[in-house]
Structure formats: C-alpha cells, structure tokens
C-alpha cells in the first residue's frame, strides 16, 4: 500500500483567515507563514507592518496587524480558484497589478487601508464585470 499525500484544505475568502487562527480567535502569523513558505519577516513586508509586529505576542494581537492579516487573507482566499491555489493566489496578491487601479498590487492597496476596494473589486470581476 502506497502512502497518502497530505494536501491541505483549500478555503476561499473569510475561510481562510478562520482556518489560521489560534484558540484565542486570532489570526496565527506563525501559521499563515508556514502556509504560504514565508518568513515572519517576508509576512511582515507583505501586511506592511515592521518585523518586530511579528515577534512580540502583544503587537501580533494588536488590532492594526489583525486586521492587516484578515484582509490579506480574505483576499487570498477570493482568488483562490481563479489563481490555480493559494500559493499562486499570493504570487497574485503580491506581483500583478491591478489595471483598475492605476497598476498598484493587491498588497500595496492593502498597505494603504483600500482593502475594501480590491474586495469590491474582486466581486465585480466575479459577477462578470470588466477589469
């Protein structure tokens, strides 16, 4: 008998985020890093944060670096299928830019607090809207 390959669950949108998150309700850095093969570090440039917001309990649960987080994830989570999965989902999140607005990333609108709007987006290109 051939050994089976442990994949992990695909979640999509509000999913994701809830899927990564410890016993206290948090979204867990450590585990959205080993999901995605980053560093704490690379996590922290990706949320915009400083490196330090991932190594101190106290900023990790901080209300700014939770949010960063759960949009991050939200997103992530919304282009899951339409990337191929969720590492290429991130490559998305990180690289491709976003003609509708003005060329930005999905992660630099993000760092600028317009997670709403890629989401916004997001469904508009899901119901059938031009990008």
């Given amino acids: 008998m051939?050994?089976?390959a442990k994949t992990k669950p695909a979640f999509r949108g509000a999913?994701?985020?809830?899927?990564?998150m410890d016993a206290a309700g948090n979204v867990s850095v450590e585990r959205v890093a080993?999901?995605?093969?980053?560093?704490?570090?690379?996590?922290?440039e990706t949320m915009g944060l400083k490196r330090e917001?991932?190594?101190?309990?106290?900023?990790?649960?901080?209300?700014?670096?939770?949010?960063r987080a759960?949009?991050?994830l939200e997103i992530v989570g919304r282009i899951v299928d339409w990337a191929?999965?969720?590492?290429?989902?991130?490559?998305?999140?990180?690289a491709e830019?976003?003609?509708?607005?003005?060329?930005?990333?999905?992660?630099?609108?993000?760092?600028?607090?317009?997670?709403?709007?890629?989401?916004?987006?997001?469904d508009h290109v899901a119901t059938g809207g031009f990008a």
């Fill in 15 to 20: 999913q994701l985020a809830t899927a990564l």
């Fill in 97 to 122: 830019p976003i003609p509708a607005f003005g060329g930005r990333t999905a992660e630099a609108l993000v760092k600028e607090g317009k997670a709403a709007a890629v989401r916004d987006y997001l």
């Fill in 53 to 67: 917001a991932m190594h101190r309990s106290a900023r990790v649960q901080a209300p700014r670096t939770q949010a």
């Fill in 2 to 4: 051939g050994t089976v």
């Fill in 84 to 94: 191929g999965g969720e590492q290429q989902a991130m490559a998305w999140y990180r």
């Fill in 34 to 44: 080993e999901r995605f093969g980053m560093s704490k570090a690379q996590l922290a």
């Fill in 70 to 72: 759960t949009e991050m």
